[in-house]
T-cell receptor, first 115, second 119 residues
Framework: KNQVEQSPQSLIILEGKNCTLQCNYTVSPFSNLRWYKQDTGRGPVSLTIMTFSENTKSNGRYTATLDADTKQSSLHITASQLSDSASYICVVSRYSGGGADGLTFGKGTHLIIQP | GAVVSQHPSRVICKSGTSVKIECRSLDFQATTMFWYRQFPKQSLMLMATSNEGSKATYEQGVEKDKFLINHASLTLSTLTVTSAHPEDSSFYIC???????????????FGEGSRLTVL
């Protein structure tokens, strides 16, 4: 069964600190992995998209890593800001050759940055 | 950058009425759009895949007569919740995959979501 598991479920850190969110998946055959940021009551916004051959990708203070062998990904946030408070969703795409999108969504990590 | 717009962002309706939600890709064409439903603190659940010019493909357990999808153009898909009931209250989100040079670019853009409350 194609699954995406994220941890922790929720996280509270102080402003300025770093944190790392985890994503483990069993989706196969693997196509790509995306990290999205979703503010409360808003739609998800893409942070990174990584294919099989990519190990690391950065977007400002966000750095995603991918280990396709162990089927694990992480999202590292550096020097957190209050605006980073949001849910972070890991989405893994299964190669489907067209038709259905083949996406499996994680339940997200709810991150709270405290001043 | 590419933007997907949803309208309305919030809607409150009485039980038994129908509600239409629009999803538009503003600066790119999308032959395929996707509709999701999200309950509080839960992940997005794919409801259906909307294909321009053809019938939508619904996920198992989603009533196609309850959630009518129309994808009349390359930039617009609509979701109509028919005879809405309180249990239909949820956050509905659409997404679209950009086409570049006639090929899917891989980038998936989400709308801002529509909060439906059925009284």
């Amino acid at each position: 069964k194609n699954q995406v598991e994220q941890s922790p479920q929720s996280l509270i850190i102080l402003e300025g600190k770093n944190c790392t969110l985890q994503c483990n998946y069993t989706v196969s055959p693997f196509s790509n992995l995306r990290w999205y940021k979703q503010d409360t009551g808003r739609g998800p916004v893409s942070l990174t998209i990584m294919t099989f051959s990519e190990n690391t990708k950065s977007n400002g203070r966000y750095t995603a890593t991918l280990d396709a062998d162990t089927k694990q990904s992480s999202l590292h946030i550096t020097a957190s800001q209050l605006s980073d408070s949001a849910s972070y969703i890991c989405v893994v795409s299964r190669y489907s050759g067209g038709g259905a999108d083949g996406l499996t969504f994680g339940k997200g990590t709810h991150l709270i940055i405290q001043p | 950058g590419a933007v997907v717009s949803q309208h309305p962002s919030r809607v409150i309706c009485k039980s038994g009425t129908s509600v239409k939600i629009e999803c538009r890709s503003l600066d790119f064409q999308a032959t395929t759009m996707f509709w999701y439903r999200q309950f509080p603190k839960q992940s997005l659940m794919l409801m259906a895949t909307s294909n321009e010019g053809s019938k939508a493909t619904y996920e198992q357990g989603v009533e196609k007569d309850k959630f009518l999808i129309n994808h009349a153009s390359l930039t617009l898909s609509t979701l109509t919740v028919t005879s809405a009931h309180p249990e239909d209250s949820s956050f509905y989100i659409c997404s679209a995959r950009a086409i570049t040079g006639g090929r899917l670019s891989g980038e998936l853009f989400f709308g801002e979501g529509s909060r439906l409350t059925v009284l």
